[in-house]
């Protein structure tokens, strides 16, 4: 049973910094994709952040370049997501995602590439 667990989620004042886990077990995501969602309150499910399946691409929607950063640890089967300069906008439940079948970075910008998703962690930034 594949599994995608997240940590590292928290209350942060704007401007701190957080960085969450996200800890794959079941089967391997060395040849894959893997991305950060989030959705606030009210809101749909957006995209953040996804990273190629080595770690050399990765690619952030407008609003956290500059400050999200994206890594990940093939030997560990995880991947993180370092969060700085964090704003109340940011407020939301963060999702990590693993592609199952070969989708390109460019597909990881939509929710439908990923085939595994992690239960979420909250993160809450007071302004």
């Known amino acids: 049973q594949v599994q995608l667990v997240e940590s590292g989620g928290g209350l942060v004042q704007a401007g701190g910094s957080l960085r969450l886990s996200c800890a794959a077990s079941?089967?391997?995501?060395?040849?894959?994709?893997m991305g950060w969602f989030r959705q606030a309150p009210g809101k749909e499910r957006e995209f953040v952040v996804v990273?190629?399946?080595?770690?050399?691409?990765?690619y952030s929607t407008d609003s956290v370049k500059g400050r999200f950063t994206i890594s990940r640890d093939n030997t560990k089967n995880t991947v993180y997501l370092q969060m700085n300069s964090l704003r109340p906008e940011d407020t939301a439940v963060y999702y990590c995602a693993a592609d199952g079948d070969g989708s390109t970075w460019y597909e990881g910008r939509n929710a439908y590439a990923y085939e595994y998703w992690g239960q979420g962690t909250q993160v809450t930034v007071s302004s």
């Open positions: 990273i190629n399946w080595n770690g050399a691409y990765a």
């Open positions: 079941g089967r391997t995501f060395n040849e894959n994709i």
